[in-house]
Every structure is written in structure tokens, then in C-alpha cells.
């Protein structure tokens, strides 16, 4: 059975890339070196990588990467763009929810609403990251952006529907209070040029949920933070007018 999430990136590599939710990759690998201290040593998981943007240049700049991701299309989108650089990235077609890592990575990141928090059910998101957290070492830290549940709690619906969906026209859009989860019809132009409608399904959270999930998996430092774009900072204080949160967590 075909899958929004699996339609959208079928063929949407290049225009993906020309998002202006996608623009911000330097600012973002730049809080992602901060966070683990500019050590070269440290192996990365890119899970959810997409066209590869931060794993390319996280590559760049001396990491060992490995990127995985579910579409065909955005990695191969992602093996020329490093072919193209000069670096060397192990990409991987595979279901977040499939993953099988075990104490690998001394970092899992998923920028972008990377894999998690798309899936049709919270125990498809749940997987997600606790397979992020099995592929962890000790000590090993997540960072991840996700929907942020306040953002459509405190405003109206109508503010709500005119902001929620970024590149592409809502032709219907509900969220739904008791789920928090936003069921939308959007329509995208794919890189052909072609127009696609999509029944769009994605999962809202407030931090107290997220800091549950991550307590359970054995995080024990976990901070959550407003999201900017292309500027993460630890300073950012989350509050209702955040679309995104960041997450940064370690565990034990």
C-alpha cells in the first residue's frame, strides 16, 4: 500500500533542494559540530538524510558519515551531491523502522522531520527512535527537529491551516486536538514538472511527550528548543510561535 511520505519523495529530489525549508544546512552542521565538540573520531547516523545536505557536509568537514533513507530518489540525489564534493558517505536504502544498528554511533541526527514524525502511528514513530537509541553507544547523543504540538494548540485553526504546509497548496487541512495529528490534501509540482496531490497524515508533539519517549529509551540528559532555521542554539527558548522543536539528548 502506497504511502504519502513514499509519494512526496518519488520524484522530488531537486526541487526538495530548492525549498526554502532546506536552506539553513550550514547554520545546522555548524550547532552539530558544536555538540559533539568538533571530534573527527565521532561516527554519524543521518537517519531520514534525504538529498544528503547534512551529510554531505558533515562529510566535508572530516566526519564519518552514514546516511540512510527510505527513497530511492533522494539518494541518488544525495550520491552525486557528494560524488560531486569530493567525499566519501555510506548511504543506505532502508526503513527507519527496520533499522538494525546496535551501538554503532556516537550521534543519530534527523533534521528536517527526518523519517520521525511522519509515520501513520505513534508506535511506527516510537520505533523510530528507539531504533535510533539501540544504534547509539553509551553516551551517545540524538538531535532532532519534530512538529511542535504548541504551535497548533494556541493558535487558531485558520492561522493554523494558512501556515502549516511550507512549498505547496493546502486544498484541505484538519487537525485534529485529540491525536495532534494533522491530516492534510496538498498538492506539490515534482521535478518533471508534474503536479501531485497528496493525503498528508503527520504526528504533532509537545515536549512533555517527547521527553517521556526518551526517558523510557534510556536518555537521561534531555533539552528541548525553539527551531530556527539554519540557527539551532541551546539559548532558544521553545515557546507557542516555534513550528518546529529541536530535541538534543544523551544517553546514559
Not at 526541487?15 to 536552506?23: M, P, V
Not at 541526527?109 to 547509539?136: H, Q, S, V, W
Amino acid at each position: 500500500m502506497s504511502t504519502w511520505y513514499k509519494d512526496l519523495f518519488e520524484n522530488y529530489a531537486r526541487t526538495y533542494d530548492k525549498e526554502s525549508f532546506t536552506q539553513g544546512t550550514i547554520g545546522e552542521v555548524d550547532f552539530i559540530e558544536k555538540e559533539i565538540n568538533f571530534d573527527k573520531t565521532k561516527k554519524i547516523l543521518d537517519l531520514g538524510c534525504g538529498t544528503g545536505r547534512h551529510s554531505v557536509e558533515l562529510a566535508k568537514r572530516g566526519y564519518n558519515i552514514t546516511g540512510v533513507d527510505l527513497s530511492a530518489s533522494q539518494l541518488n540525489r544525495a550520491k552525486k551531491k557528494a560524488k560531486e564534493s569530493g567525499v566519501a558517505v555510506r548511504f543506505i536504502q532502508e526503513d527507519a523502522r527496520e533499522l538494525n544498528f546496535t551501538d554503532e554511533f556516537d550521534l543519530v541526527i534527523m533534521i528536517c522531520e527526518g523519517a520521525f514524525p511522519l509515520m501513520e502511528t505513534d508506535a511506527m514513530n516510537y520505533k523510530i527512535l528507539e531504533n535510533a537509541a539501540r544504534a547509539l553507544k553509551s553516551k551517545g547523543k540524538i538531535i532532532f527537529t519534530t512538529l511542535n504540538g504548541l504551535y497548533p494548540l494556541f493558535h487558531s485553526v485558520k492561522d493554523f491551516v494558512n501556515s502549516a504546509v511550507q512549498g505547496a497548496s493546502s486544498v484541505e487541512n484538519t487537525f485534529d486536538i485529540l491525536t495532534f495529528r494533522d491530516k492534510s490534501t496538498v498538492e506539490i509540482t515534482d521535478d518533471d514538472g508534474k503536479k501531485k496531490v497528496l493525503n498528508c497524515n503527520e504526528r504533532y508533539y509537545v515536549p512533555s511527550e517527547i521527553t517521556w519517549y526518551l526517558k523510557s529509551l534510556k536518555f537521561e540528559t534531555i533539552d528541548i528548543c525553539g527551531c530556527k532555521l539554519g540557527n539551532y542554539s541551546r539559548a532558544d527558548k521553545l515557546t507557542t510561535e516555534d513550528f518546529e522543536m529541536l530535541v538534543i539528548a544523551e544517553k546514559g
